[in-house]
């Protein structure tokens, strides 16, 4: 059984229709072309350097979870194969309001903040998702891995996340002030950082360690740091495509009881131990809390 910590004026003519598309794009219409009609190809941005979840081997060639993912919910929905462009975890959210892409599949968290309607103060995304969930860990050199038991162990020690990262995020808080924190524009930098011995530890989700644990026969996870909220991933997109939204959210229910997410997990993080898989593995009731909406279900509305 999973065990989560869940977040759980008067207007001339033109103007006036144009503030109610807005405000139908903010209930869940979809004023605009289908994302899928609209291309024949789907423009997906996806992380460079993430074994295991999604890593950019050759010009163009992706593979990892991630690319599993996004293949399958664009075929189960008739889509034509998708393009994959590289992106840094900071520039995710732009990059989709800029039109630079269509959708992102790049172990991006689903967020309250990164949920709500741009002119509420969020980033405006819609979510679909998650497709899978896990809690932050710790990578370390395997030499090293028995001095590092607890996450209290790091108390004093230099760790390395990345910009733009809930992991960045959570470390920053003032439960872990004894963690000394260095933080870098992408993960490949902190691994390099790992192996050379700059750093004692990288920190993020463990279903990213886990690929470069797969990866990297000198690093390894610290098994029994897991820490923080649940991260749930989804594939985003920026409002105003609820039904292309729900259209992917009603694939990805099926997607995730079948055997195909089994064989998809299986075959980009074999390292990922059973339990954990388990535990990252999503449930309908959770993918309609957070799929293609304004704030997740339950969360309260300011």
Not at 126 to 146: I, N
Not at 179 to 184: D, N, T, Y
Not at 244 to 255: H, M, S, V
């Amino acid at each position: 059984m999973k065990d989560k910590r869940r977040r759980v004026p008067p207007l001339r003519a033109a103007t006036a229709a144009a503030l109610l598309a807005v405000t139908a794009a903010g209930c869940g219409a979809d004023p605009d072309p289908s994302i899928f009609a609209d291309r024949k190809k789907v423009r997906v941005g996806a992380k460079s350097d993430q074994p295991g979840t999604s890593l950019e081997r050759h010009a163009g060639d992706f593979d990892g979870l991630d690319i599993a993912v996004a293949r399958e919910l664009l075929d189960r929905v008739g889509a034509e194969p998708p393009i994959f462009n590289g992106i840094l975890s900071r520039n995710r959210a732009p990059a989709l309001r800029e039109g630079e892409v269509d959708l992102v599949v790049a172990t991006f968290s689903i967020t309250a903040r990164r949920m709500l309607p741009a002119g509420e103060g969020g980033d405006g995304l819609d979510f679909v998702g998650p497709y899978a969930s896990t809690q932050q860990g710790m990578l370390v050199r395997a030499a090293d891995l028995e001095r590092f038991r607890t996450l209290e162990d790091l108390n004093g020690r230099l760790v390395c996340v990345w910009k733009g990262t809930t992991s960045a995020d959570e470390l920053r808080k003032p439960a872990y002030q004894a963690i000394r924190l260095r933080e870098e524009d992408d993960a490949g930098y902190c691994v390099n950082a790992l192996k050379a011995g700059e750093v004692d530890a990288v920190s993020t989700d463990q279903l990213i360690l886990y690929g470069f644990m797969e990866a990297e026969p000198t690093l390894a996870v610290a098994p029994a740091i897991a820490f923080a909220e649940t991260n749930d991933y989804g594939v985003a997109m920026v409002k105003g495509h609820r039904k292309d939204c729900e259209r992917l959210r009603d694939a990805l229910k099926k997607y995730v009881v079948s055997n195909e997410w089994d064989r998809d997990v299986e075959n980009n993080l074999p390292r990922l131990p059973l339990e954990r898989r388990n535990e990252a593995r999503p449930t309908e009731t959770e993918i309609d809390a957070v799929s293609c909406r304004d704030r997740p279900v339950g969360a309260p509305v300011d």
